[in-house]
């Protein structure tokens, strides 16, 4: 295997098997191995040869063209062998099922997942509770509870519980809720958004008001200013990163099973949108290896690319099979869904090697085209799994059903997630990402990684402007801004997220969102200097391009919790 040392690094301190001294005691080909192995058992149950799918399931690993998500790679073929990164966990307004959900979140942390909830069903700080003649103490307060539990449980002795927490944008403790982060030591464990609908943002719009409402009652609690809501969203944002918006009503158009039930929540880096107890397994194809150099203009490998993105669909399916949930209700709704989320890294090296800027208008022409090709295919192979395996099994009355449109083995196929250690073991951009920067230093489990970015470095080579004086210099400023003798062409190239407008990523997410079944992790990057006007203008123009979410990050803002979705995610 061709491994970079930070992927060495990585996979031994977080994937490679250890005794109960804690050694290492697998190499990272016999852990591929494991779970390559793993996964493949499923193709006995329909008559297809184990060893065969092993040794391509493999292979498509080792060559660092496809990766599962992390708690895959963790737990495939050991005792626990939970493989899904995703899941969503119902709160309902009573002491039963909040502490029941607490406890299952904790299995679900404990393994190596991400759990979303949202808090928008508990009644509202102050309210009646009738039952012991008090008053309610509001979500925010149950959310500190579940942010201490989850301090405490180390993710598969690998990762840090992440969570994310979703209100609603009419739940009366909103504003408390979008404040919260502005003060030290909040809710670190969790990323929040607030689930913002269709009336909000035509209140917004028309600047009226709208209607608060008491979950416990479903009465209205007052009126409020919809720029009021949104400009304290937008000042938490600005300073924190925190809160992000999720479209809840997009989220919910695009279900493809409102027939089961309503989506309010989704994982901790926003992609996967899902309903109470529902999981998804994940994985990401490496698409800088898909590009091709004929003599001419580089272009992409359709042929080979579209046989790995159906081998990664078999992959996922398969892993429904094998995996080992944490709660029997999880089994049970995922698997009546069987829903997967392929999706992609590497996308900004990709873009290199076939010469385009990311912030190009054919870039993004380029990003709309690939992603569709991307879901038909995988489309393609679900429904062929479909008709070897069967239709999952919501399929009667979901949005496939006697509308023209494939039958599916999987109710959703495409997720563009962000591939944060992903991108380390492949060495490739992180999912559809610009270049964070042409070297920059990361810091994994307590110890500091260099990453120099080997795309630029090989060009400079190559284009004869190589030096050692330019190396420390990249090393020093992390991009090509400012320094002569890097060419024009190259410096466009080799952009890096500072340098790109916020409007451009945003539409790099909407080419991408509009070919995607569930969502896109995608990280707005701001420069210090933006102003809370640019941060609203951000949030406004992604509901305007149809995004399902938008998370800004502000260059040097107060970051507050673990922001996992700007990093260690999968």
């Not at 698997?335 to 590497?346: D, E, Q, T």
């Amino acid at each position: 295997m061709n491994l970079s040392e930070n992927a060495k690094f990585v996979l031994k301190a977080r994937y490679q098997l250890r005794d109960e001294k804690g050694r290492t005691v697998e190499t990272p080909q016999e852990m591929f191995e494991r779970v390559a192995d793993f996964v493949a058992g499923a193709e006995g149950a329909y008559g297809h040869d184990h060893m065969y799918w092993r040794e391509r399931f493999l292979a498509l690993m080792t060559d660092l063209k496809f990766l599962p998500n992390s708690p895959a790679m963790m737990n495939a073929g050991k005792a626990l062998a939970q493989l899904a990164a995703c899941f969503v966990l119902p709160v309902e307004d009573s002491m039963e099922s909040i502490f029941g959900t607490l406890k299952n979140a904790a299995l679900i942390l404990q393994s190596g997942g991400g759990a979303g909830f949202s808090f928008s069903h508990l009644r509202p700080k102050e309210d009646i509770v009738r039952s012991t003649g008090g008053v309610a103490s509001g979500p925010v307060s149950f959310m500190r509870i579940f942010n201490t539990a989850t301090e405490v449980i180390k993710q598969g002795g690998a990762r840090r519980g992440a969570n994310m927490g979703i209100l609603r944008v009419d739940h009366p403790d909103i504003l408390d809720f979008i404040r919260i982060k502005r003060r030290e030591g909040e809710l670190e464990n969790f990323n929040i958004s607030v689930a913002v609908t269709d009336v909000f943002m035509d209140a917004l719009r028309s600047d009226s008001e709208y209607l608060l409402l008491n979950p416990r009652s479903h009465e209205a609690h007052k009126k409020i200013r919809a720029r009021l809501v949104f400009d304290e969203i937008v000042a938490s944002a600005w300073e924190t990163g925190d809160p992000g918006i999720i479209f809840i009503d997009a989220i919910n158009r695009a279900n493809p099973t409102p027939h089961i039930g309503s989506m309010e929540s989704t994982n901790p880096c926003g992609e996967q949108p899902l309903l109470p107890y529902e999981a998804c397994v994940l994985g990401s194809i490496n698409l800088g290896k898909y590009v091709r150099n004929d003599g001419r203009r580089p272009g992409v490998d359709y042929e080979s690319l579209s046989d790995d993105i159906r081998t990664a669909v078999r992959f996922l399916d398969d892993a429904i099979e094998v995996n080992r949930y944490p709660l029997p209700e999880i089994e049970a709704v995922h698997k009546a869904n069987r829903k997967i989320g392929l999706g992609v890294m590497g996308w900004a090296d990709m873009l290199i090697r076939m010469g385009m800027p990311y912030n190009s208008r054919e870039a993004f022409a380029f990003a709309g085209d690939f992603m569709r090709f991307f879901r038909e295919t995988a489309r393609r192979c679900s429904s062929e799994l479909a008709a070897e395996r069967g239709v999952f099994p919501n399929f009667p009355g979901s949005v496939y059903d006697g509308h023209g449109m494939p039958r599916l083995r999987n109710a959703t196929t495409t997720t563009i997630a962000p591939t944060g250690t992903l991108s380390i073991i492949a060495d490739c951009s992180s999912g559809i990402e610009p270049l964070f920067a042409l070297a920059y230093k990361r810091l994994i489990m307590d110890t500091e990684l260099t990453e120099l970015n080997r795309l630029f470095f090989d060009a400079a080579r190559a284009a004869g402007f190589y030096s050692d004086e330019l190396r420390e210099r990249i090393l020093r400023q992390g991009n090509a801004r400012g320094i002569r003798e890097v060419p024009g062409k190259i410096r466009r190239l080799f952009k890096t997220a500072h340098e790109i407008r916020c409007e451009d990523h945003i539409e790099m997410q909407a080419r991408f969102q509009e070919y995607t079944d569930n969502a896109v992790s995608k990280t707005i990057n701001m420069p210090h200097r933006a102003s809370r006007e640019d941060v609203a203008r951000a949030f406004l123009l992604a509901y305007q391009r149809g995004c399902k979410g938008i998370t800004i990050f502000r260059y040097g803002a107060r970051k507050r919790g673990t922001l996992v979705r700007f990093a260690d995610a999968d």
